[in-house]
């Protein structure tokens, strides 16, 4: 308590001339007046050195993350192409993202579709565009919708049973038995799986956007009474070659980076702090899902800012 607090505490509790004991003073007073009086600690030098560290500590960290997430997509790119019988590994990837994924994407790209069409009718109304509708569907799906929720399809199911797979394998040591035989498990084990996903993401992303269309078409016309003729005839005038080439660019790098993420998150399931197991399995899968749907919207902002 500094001085001027004292001597606030003086003028209000006691008189001056029987005060001997400023503390004392400060005891007796009433609760209303001890409100004002409360000790403010001021930060100390050994504070903020520990504030500074942690952020540090947690930058590096960051950091170190970043740097071994780009070390191991790396490592296993380089290695996959030295492994044998690659050919037949990367079509099984394709038939586990491409086949085993087809319904969602459908479901999903069919009711994107619907719910384009219906809001963008009742907004293109209001201004007397409806006959706009085709434009809207077909240029909100090739350049943001499309890419962008294929992609989070795409980790969703894909992505979640690669991490649960690479996660289960280093807790049951298969990945320890195949660098004990000389074989590079990031080669061997991930390659196969972002070689295909920059072939399957591209693929379903123009599926989705064709059902997409469709979906729109039939809540433009079928529902809300616009011209099938009038709706088609608006996406070809208004869909060009440049916007079909950057929803496809986007696809091809959305695959390679949640693929490779989710690869990361489940081969080092070991080194989560405090969890090993079927625990380490499960959260390093919802880590996978969480930052690779994450990285997609970074992604597609950071393209977009470049295509725009």
Sequence with gaps: MGLRGLSYLKRQCEPISKVTNLPQAAANCPESLQFNMELRREPTPAMDVRMVRRLGRFGLGVAAGFGGYALFSLRALRDGFQTRRL????????????????????????????????????????????????????????????????????????????????????????????????????????????????????AQTALFVVVGLWGGSLSGS?????????????????????????????????????????????FHADRLPGLSGTRAVSVATTLAVVQSSILILAADYIITSFLV
Excluded at 169 to 176: G, M, V, Y
């Design 87 to 202: 050919s037949r590994r990367v079509i099984r990837a394709v038939f586990e993202q491409g086949v085993l994924c087809l319904p969602v994407i459908l479901i999903v790209g069919l009711f994107t579709g619907l719910v384009l069409g219906l809001q963008g009718y009742h907004t293109l109304v209001r201004f007397g565009s409806s006959g706009l509708l085709g434009a809207l569907v077909a240029l909100s799906l090739l350049r943001e919708l499309g890419p962008v929720l294929a992609a989070l399809m795409l980790v969703g199911q894909a992505g979640s049973s690669l991490a649960a797979e690479l996660g289960i394998q280093r807790n049951s040591e298969q990945i320890a038995a195949l660098e004990t035989m000389g074989i590079s498990s990031p080669g061997y084990l991930v390659a196969p799986r972002l070689l295909a996903s920059a072939l399957v993401f591209p």
């Design 222 to 266: 079928a529902l809300l009474g616009v011209e099938p003729g009038v709706y088609w005839s608006s996406v070809e005038r208004a869909v060009e070659l440049r916007d079909v080439k950057d929803g496809l660019v986007k696809a091809v790098v959305f695959g390679v980076l949640t693929m490779s993420l989710c690869a990361y998150q489940g």
